[in-house]
Structure formats: C-alpha cells, structure tokens
C-alpha cells in the first residue's frame, strides 16, 4: 500500500499541538500507510489548523510560502488570500481545513467559500453546523437569546428600558428592532449548504474538549469521574451556569434569576447555582434526575455530552437545526461522510423557556421512559470508544477525501 504523507500547517498555538492534536494524530494513523511529515514538497495532503483567533501563529505560513509580508499577516483579508494561493498553485496535493463553525463564531466566512471551489480542498469541522452556514451574523439562537432580556436584570446587560446604554452587545442585537430585522433576513436569505456539503466532514480531532471522551496514556477513557457514577438520584432539577455579559448570557441570567427561582417556590427538589467547583459541581449532576442546558458561546456545551454519562436527563432550548457528529440534537446525519449515528436524548423545550415546567413534568412523570433514552446514548458512547470507529471512520474519511474530484 502507497504511504501518503501528511503534512501540518499548524496556526495554532504549540502546546495545544504537541500535546493534544499530535498524540491524538500519530494514535489513528498507527499501523496506517498515512505518516506525518516535516516535508511539504513531498507531502500528498496538508492539514490546515486553524484557530479563528486574534493569537493565531500566522507566522507558521513563512516555513512554507516564500515572498509574504509577515506585518500583513493578521490581515484576514491578506491571510486567507495568500491560503487560497497555496492550494490554487498545489493542485496536486490534497488541503484539508481543520477549524470551529459553530453559530457563536462571528467572522465571516467569505474564505472558506472561496476555498470551496477548488476540487483539492476540504473542510474539516471540529464542533458542529448548520445548514445555513454562511449565516453566521444571523445566529437564531443568539436572537433567542436577545429576546429574553427583560426589566429585572437590564442594568446588568447595560441596558435601561430596553434601551442600550452601556451596552457592549453587536448594534444588530442592541435593540429588539434591529434584533427582529434580523431575524427576518434569517428567514429570507437562507443560503443552504447543498452545493457544498459533501466536501465537509464533521469530527474533532479534540475530543476532551468537543466530545465525550480523551485519550489517556495511548487509550480512550470517557470523561467521567468513577466515584460520582452510581450516586442515588436525591434531586429533580440541576442548575449551574457561570454568568456574562454577552448576548449569549442572557439566557443564562433569565434561568438563574427568573424562570428557575418560581420553580423553586413549588414541589420540586431543585438545585441552582452559578459557580461550583468541579467535584461540586460533578456530584450535583450525578445526583440529579435532570440537567438544565442553557447555550455556550454556541449551542452545544460540555453537559450536554458529558450529563448522560451519569444516566441524568439534559433539557436545552431546542436546536434541531444543528448537526453534530454525536447527533446531540437531531438524528440526522450531515451528509455521506457522516458514518456514526447515536441516539438523540436530549429533550427539547420552548428557546424562550415557557414550557419549561411542562417539560419538567412530563420528564418526571415518564422518567424510566426518557431514562431508557439517555442510558441508551450513554451506553453507545460505551461502545464506540471499546472499539476502532473513531479511528476507522477517520481514515475512511480521509481516503475519501483525498479521491479526485
């Protein structure tokens, strides 16, 4: 079998790659025909690794493109050109894009677009994405998000009868106008992915952080705590959720001071905080039946993986509109790359929270049913790493992508 021999663009910084992206690598292509090389003359595919950050090691780019303006470099329009030159001028080598497109990220992806036109590119995506990729200043759950501020915390948003007035927020969600504006667009101008979609795979080569699972001394162990695992179900409800002044936040600060103090004042067991250490916090959620998931940066956080491994029930506002390579909210699968399907378990409820206590209910009131559903994800999650699919999807993947176009 031909060796193919891969080489890493890395712009990103070196302890993440000397001791998360290289372990994780060298760990799949062992006892492959694929090796890591130094050589970018020599080499048949190039990773691109790519950060999305003002810290990006852009310099790396000099190793192997003669002739740049390295004070031009953090110039995204002068960056990502001087990228597309480089594969434009390879085209016998196959370039394969490793980065975050999630909803939160606000830069614009007018370069990848334009990448998408070459046949010897890719897109490798390490979290997840929607359909309507490239309507990344139309984020629906930011706008959800926007729609929840409400007079009793105003002043901590900076805002003062709904009106900005120490706010840091984007102008686009600074007021419900310009918010609703936008959301209108959003359904307008949807730009769906099928042009492109088969030249994108979604799989993280970070699993700690965009999975369920991290790679100890060469082998795979879920992120759990053992001494937590079995612990009795002494709560309903588990809320802990550190607070920002973000758009993003509001949903955040509603469940805390809002919507789950009036659950408080009823018949429920119920927790909530805003910062707990990490044994606290781990001990709460394997005591509780039920874990409320408002959004990250994105939609996706780390409970709504990690919450099953403790047999604990997630509900999240509902983003049935994002894939994942775990299928955490839709049983879908993103296209023809798109090999492992879990079972979807979280449960879903209104992005404005107001059947919130009906969810609740219902969850309770049928908790072996939905039990059932989230042991079952948790025991594939299992499964999948006592066995070679992550590693052998990869490279299946990768031979794909590496064909001619």
Not at 45 to 52: E, W
Not at 65 to 71: A, E, R
Not at 253 to 273: A, E, G, T
Not at 305 to 311: F, S, T, V
Request: proline share 3%.
């Amino acid at each position: 079998m031909e060796s193919k021999k891969i080489f890493l663009l890395a712009i990103y910084d070196d302890i993440t790659v000397n001791q998360n992206l290289l372990p994780i690598l060298n760990y799949i292509f062992k006892n492959t025909n694929y090796n890591i090389s130094d050589n970018f003359n020599e080499s048949n595919i190039v990773f691109i690794f790519l950060q999305n950050t003002s810290s990006e090691k852009r310099l790396n780019i000099t190793k192997i493109v003669d002739g740049l303006d390295i004070n031009l470099l953090k110039n995204n329009e002068y960056f990502y050109k001087n990228i597309q030159i480089l594969i434009k001028n390879n085209p016998n080598k196959q370039f394969i894009l490793y980065t975050r497109v999630d909803q939160s990220t606000f830069f614009n992806y007018y370069y990848v677009k334009n990448f998408f036109n070459y046949p010897n590119f890719k897109l490798l995506i390490k979290d997840y994405l929607t359909k309507t990729f490239y309507n990344e200043q139309y984020e629906q759950f930011l706008i959800d998000c926007r729609h929840l501020l409400c007079p009793e915390f105003e002043e901590y948003f900076g805002f003062k009868n709904n009106i900005p007035i120490n706010c840091s927020f984007p102008n686009s969600y600074k007021t419900l106008e310009t918010t609703n504006n936008l959301k209108n667009n959003l359904k307008n101008n949807e730009e769906i992915l099928s042009e492109y979609e088969d030249k994108i795979m979604i799989f993280s080569l970070l699993p700690h952080q965009y999975s369920f699972w991290r790679l100890v001394n060469n082998e795979k162990k879920l992120i759990i705590m053992d001494k937590y695992i079995n612990n009795i179900k002494k709560f309903d409800i588990f809320f802990c959720k550190h607070q920002r002044n973000t758009v993003d936040g509001i949903a955040r600060k509603y469940l805390l001071d809002v919507k789950l103090p009036s659950l408080q004042q009823k018949n429920y067991n119920i927790n909530i905080f805003e910062k707990l250490d990490n044994n606290e916090y781990t001990n709460f959620l394997s005591s509780s039946k039920i874990l409320i998931s408002p959004f990250g940066m994105g939609e996706r956080v780390q409970d709504d993986l990690i919450a099953p491994l403790y047999d604990t029930i997630v509900i999240k506002p509902n983003c049935d509109y994002v894939y994942s390579y775990e299928n955490l909210f839709n049983n879908k699968k993103f296209n023809k790359y798109h090999k492992i399907q879990f079972t979807q378990h979280i449960v879903f409820c209104k992005p404005d929270f107001s059947d919130l206590e009906e969810i609740i209910d219902n969850i309770l009131n049928n908790y072996e049913y939905y039990l059932n559903i989230t042991k079952k994800y948790k025991q594939e999650c299992i499964d999948y790493i006592n066995t070679n699919k992550y590693e052998n999807d990869f490279i299946e993947v990768l031979q794909l992508f590496s064909e001619k176009e």
